[in-house]
């Protein structure tokens, strides 16, 4: 297990995937027959990398299981056994995602042993965990990258809502006036969640009309109108109102803790989480909606988004700051000609080039790296080193040693204003 090995990655084709974005990242023919959605990279139970030992092609989670210290390392197998904690993915928004949030750790598990004894098969329709496991995650835009995170000021959803609020809500909008904390956000945000259909095909289009004559100048209301063209007629279409809008530069990332509501919109981006497929969906998508159980995990705190900018580790490398126990995303970026080593190392960890040309390994093994390539580097590999041959980025996802000390957060990292 002293070497480094090369992944293949599987591609998930779900509806809202881009034809083009991940099949140029892979140098893959484009446009792409399917919408390409996520490319996993890590051993998750539905989709594993593949790693090529011993003369073939095998998955990477029966190797972790087969040598779980080898790969994942001796502090990381103590903690979480033969499970690789986390999993990287690219994900490639041609539409928006639904407005979904993700368990703790206890509820996932609480949901998971109550959906197997009710025999509810992890391929169904109706099934809510996948896994036992929690779901903290942080999206990096690898282009301009719009997504929807956590409520905003709950004083500001009033006058938004105030703005295009049809006569058919009145009564339920001066219920939250009266009482603008969590407790009144939370009854609100559930009136609106369980209206009958019959209301959603009669309030919506007033409230869209509404909202047409103010998209010119707020993007609140544009994206309202972009996702009713979408999923028209779902009440998913205040989402912009109710949640921060955010718009991601390249290179700019941030972190979502569990039970806040989100939606990823547009754009291409490296996503990092903990090894888990766990999704409760409210809206704006035509899979399975489980509002009762959404309303159990939901935070219903205002949320003042955090955009995190990667902080300088060393020459070359730099990390994303988050809470997240299982994981750090990190960025090495390269110019033509430079030499970035490792040595010491402690832990697993994924690599995926997102531009330019390298070679990777140890002094007697080099191999080629172009972009889309993607490696496993076991912690068995005490060291390593690139040689760019052009200007390479890497991203790095790879485990979180608690013994190993990290840069401070800088307490002044600007936080984006309400959009």
């Known amino acids: 297990m002293d070497q480094i090995f090369i992944l293949q990655n599987k591609i998930q084709e779900y509806e809202w995937g881009s034809h083009s974005a991940i099949a140029k990242l892979l140098g893959l023919t484009q446009p792409s027959v399917k ?216 290179g700019q990332a941030m972190f979502l803790p569990a039970g806040e509501l989100h939606a990823y919109l547009d754009g291409l981006g490296i996503e990092l989480m903990a090894n888990s497929d766990n999704v409760l969906r409210g809206g704006l998508t035509p899979k399975h909606v489980d509002i009762p159980e959404l309303m159990k995990v939901l935070n219903f705190s205002e949320r003042k988004i955090e955009i995190l900018t990667p902080l300088l580790v060393k020459t070359g490398e730099s990390v994303y700051l988050t809470k997240a126990d299982e994981f750090e995303l990190l960025v090495i970026n390269l110019k033509k000609g430079q030499i970035f080593e490792e040595s010491g190392r402690k832990g697993v960890e994924i690599l995926l080039c997102v531009q330019g040309e390298a070679i990777i390994g140890k002094q007697e093994k080099m191999l080629p790296v172009s972009k889309g390539a993607s490696f496993l580097i076991p912690s068995s590999v005490v060291s390593y080193k690139i040689k760019a041959l052009k200007n390479t980025i890497f991203y790095k996802a790879k485990s979180r040693n608690q013994d190993i000390s990290s840069p401070k957060r800088n307490k002044s990292t600007p936080c984006l204003s309400v959009g």
Request: hydrophobic share 40%.
């Open 35 to 250: 919408p390409q959605a996520e490319l996993w990279l890590g051993a998750h139970p539905r989709a594993p990398s593949q790693i090529f030992y011993n003369g073939k092609w095998v998955s990477l989670k029966e190797v972790i299981e087969k040598y779980p210290v080898q790969i994942l390392g001796e502090k990381i197998y103590e903690k979480y056994g033969c499970r690789l904690p986390f999993l990287l993915k690219v994900l490639a928004a041609a539409k928006p995602l639904s407005i979904q949030a993700h368990p703790n750790q206890s509820q996932a598990l609480e949901g998971f042993q109550k959906e197997n004894k009710l025999k509810i098969p992890l391929s169904a329709f109706n099934r809510n965990y996948k896994d036992d496991n929690h779901k903290p995650e942080c999206i990096c835009a690898l282009t301009p990258f719009w997504a929807l995170n956590g409520f905003r000021k709950i004083s500001d959803i009033v006058l938004l809502m105030e703005k295009v609020c049809p006569l058919g809500l009145t009564d339920i909008l001066q219920a939250f006036k009266a009482n603008q904390r969590s407790a009144g956000l939370k009854t609100f945000f559930k009136a609106l969640m369980l209206l009958n259909q019959a209301d959603r095909q009669k309030l919506i289009p007033q409230i869209i009309q509404n909202a047409n004559g103010l998209a010119e100048n707020e993007n609140v209301f544009s994206w309202m109108i972009k996702l009713n063209k979408q999923y028209p007629n779902d009440i998913g279409v205040l989402s912009p109102i109710l949640l921060n809008l955010v718009c991601l530069k390249p």
